[in-house]
């Protein structure tokens, strides 16, 4: 699988509006149409747009490196290569779809990660650190994410040895370090304490594989994760799972899975703190005489009316709703802002109809005083 990213040439945390003017401005370069285009890399670019614009395929592809099931290259080992299944539910039917997919590189591999015997490293285990894609009406109202997983455990009947019985290493006498002599010098040698190879430091060599793991040492069942998002939390929360990696031969105990909640922002509002932010386009008429703005798409869910006619408007003006924006931690709402972006209205002369009118509102220059000087020509809105 190419890497998505790179083919629209924007980093993992582009927004969706990032990605979008990516894929617009790529497309037209390398449409086959165009002496500069390219059919091979036009479409790597629509597909890296048709999953990376859709937030749900989006968390799939970040949790797992593709799209369909196979995960990221170098995991799992040969042994698992029919994959672990791990499904990803939005819940409350947001549209983010169940899909199952392999752990990928998201949980340790169940076997250590890789092929062949682990090196003992003893401790705790690595965290995983991953993304996972929320809706901003699901950070409004809470909402509830559930990641199912398999999560390998350490063998109970062999407390993760592998072995039913054992004996004691030969080559070690059952220290699991061996003494290596090694010249440095005339006369002077010098001693270290290695780990035995032969038993990885275990000190023990399996006589019988244990029935329960079939000396994998592991065992594997089914783990879900519920992600409880509550109002008052934030783009970038991070949710802790303490513990939760799967075991691994390697360390004593596993890490933690920490989840970064991600907000997925429709393109018409941005979130900062407690408020949201947008900006309404207003034709020059309605910065003079008022206007409603209808939003459908707010994150309670609910219709929001904003009426504003409070007298002439400028341009890049600011205006607020109280309780019209995000859940606050203490239980209130922050505010809706609104920037003020005017449409300049085509510029035709008035007749001196309208003229008159619209001094006997704003007052301003006498009819005589204007026609008094050199005439300016129109040349350009700013
Ligand atoms: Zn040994
Ligand atoms: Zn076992």
Redesign the pocket.
Known sequence: MPDLYAALGVTSRATTEEIRSAYKSLSLQHHPDRPTGNEAKFKEIQEAHEVLSDPGRRSVYDINGSVNGESRGGWPPPQTASGIPFSFMGGGGFGIPEVHFNMGDMFNGIFGGGVGKPRRRGGKGPDKFHDIGVRIEDFYKGHEIKLKFNQARKCASCEGSGAETTED????G???K?IMMRPIGPNMIAQTHVT?E??S???K?VMKVCRGCQGKKLVESEKQLEIRVEPGMRDGQKVPFVGECSDSPEYDEPGDVVLTLQCVMPDVYEWKGDDLWSTAKITYAESVLGFTKKFTDHPSGKEVLLTWQGGPLLHGATLRREGGGMPTRGGGYGSLYLRIHVVPPPVVPWSSEDAAKLQSVLGGVAASLVSAGDSLTFVDSA
């Open positions: 290493c030969g080559p070690c059952g220290a699991g061996r035995c032969l038993c430091g275990d000190g060599r």
